[in-house]
């Protein structure tokens, strides 16, 4: 599926290629704030992170799940870095 993402590291919107699946993806439902962790996901040796809002997915190079421990607040506080 083609989903638009937004590169701080390019500081711009880019289209990808993806599907999201048990493999590559952890989601959460345990949200309050729209701003709070949706899901995270593997892709391309860095991470998607969602929120549970209507912002575009957030591209961050050189981090994966396994980085973060599959952990939404730490992702949470890597997506704010980028602000």
Known sequence: MKVTVYNPQKSRLETIDIEFTEDNTT???????????????DYK??????????????WIYGVSRKDINHNAKIAKRLRQRYE
């Open 45 to 58: 040796g860095g991470i998607l992170i969602a929120e549970f809002d209507y912002t575009y997915l957030f």
């Open 27 to 41: 989601w959460f439902n345990d949200y309050r704030m729209p701003r709070d962790i949706r899901m995270i996901t």
